[in-house]
C-alpha cells in the first residue's frame, strides 16, 4: 500500500510545473507555448494537411520550397536552413503527455511525442507523420478547432498573436461571434511561455497580452476586451472576450 501511495503522488506531481497535461484535442493548441514564432507556423502548416478522412498512419510530404514560397521566403541556403532547422525543434519540442487507463484499470501518464517520423531530404522533399497516440487529437483539433485558413494565418506573424489565434478557436463554440477564454495567471503564461520561462505580471501583460491582442485587432479585425481579477493586490487570473467583427452583422 505505501509503494502504491508513494506512486500515486509521483504521478500527481509529475506534471505541477514542467510540463503540459493534454487531455483533448484543442489542448494542442494550447501546449507548446515554447515554440518561437516561426516554428509555431511551421507546426501550423503541418496541421493544415490533414483532412477529415485521414487515417492515423498516414504520411504527408511536402517540398520544402513550397514552405519557403508560403512563408514569403527568398529561396536562397539560408532559407532552407530555417525550414530544416524548424523541423528539427518540432521534433525535440513537442513532447505530449495524456492521461491513459490500462486495461487493468491503472491510471497513469502516457509520455509521447506529436510526430513519430520526420523526414528531411537531401533535395529538399519534407515527409511527417503523426505518431498513433497523437494523431487522434489532431485529427479532432483540425476538425472542431481550425476554422481559420493558411491565409488567414500567414496574417499573423507574432509568436504570441499565433498563440492567441489559437487559442481564441480552441475555445469558440463553432462559429460564435463572441469568445471567452479564462484561466489563472500561471494558465495563461503556460500557454504562452512554456513549461518553465515566467515573467511578473505587469511585464506578461506588456510584452505578450498586449502585443497578442493588438496584432489579432489590426490584422484579422477582431476586437479584445480583458478582465485581471485580484486577490489583494496580485493578480490571479485573467478573462478575455475575444469578438469577431467580420460577424458581425451591420
Known amino acids: 500500500m505505501e509503494e502504491n501511495k508513494k506512486a500515486q503522488k509521483a504521478v500527481s506531481g509529475l506534471l505541477s510545473r514542467q510540463d503540459y497535461l493534454v ?145 481564441w478557436e480552441s475555445h469558440r463554440q463553432g462559429h460564435a461571434i463572441s469568445t471567452t477564454i479564462t484561466g489563472s495567471t500561471e494558465d495563461w503564461q503556460g500557454w504562452f511561455l512554456g513549461k518553465k520561462r515566467r515573467v511578473s505580471a505587469s511585464r506578461f501583460y506588456t510584452n505578450v497580452l498586449k502585443r497578442a491582442t493588438e496584432e489579432l485587432e489590426e490584422k484579422l479585425d477582431a476586437e479584445c476586451s480583458l478582465m485581471s481579477y485580484k486577490k489583494g493586490r496580485k493578480i490571479v487570473s485573467y478573462e478575455l472576450t475575444i469578438t469577431d467583427r467580420n460577424k458581425l452583422v451591420n
Not at 521566403?73 to 521534433?91: E, I
Open 23 to 167: 487531455v483533448q484535442g484543442n489542448d494542442l493548441a494550447k501546449s507548446f507555448g515554447g515554440l518561437k514564432a516561426f516554428e509555431q507556423r511551421v507546426l501550423d502548416y503541418c496541421f493544415s494537411f490533414v483532412n477529415a478522412d485521414d487515417k492515423a498512419d498516414k504520411m504527408y510530404e511536402v517540398s520544402a520550397l513550397e514552405i519557403i514560397k508560403h512563408f514569403g521566403l527568398s529561396t536562397s541556403g539560408d532559407s532552407y536552413h530555417r525550414v530544416a532547422t524548424a523541423f528539427k525543434t518540432l521534433n525535440e519540442n513537442t513532447a505530449l503527455y495524456l492521461p491513459k487507463t490500462l486495461p487493468n484499470g491503472e491510471r497513469g501518464i502516457l509520455m509521447t511525442q506529436l510526430f513519430d517520423t520526420l523526414f528531411f531530404g537531401e533535395s529538399g522533399t519534407v515527409q511527417f507523420r503523426f505518431s498513433p497516440n497523437a494523431a487522434p487529437l489532431v485529427f479532432e483539433l483540425r476538425k472542431n478547432f481550425y476554422s481559420f485558413h493558411l491565409r488567414e494565418l500567414s496574417r499573423i506573424t507574432g509568436k504570441y498573436g499565433l498563440i492567441l489565434l489559437k487559442l
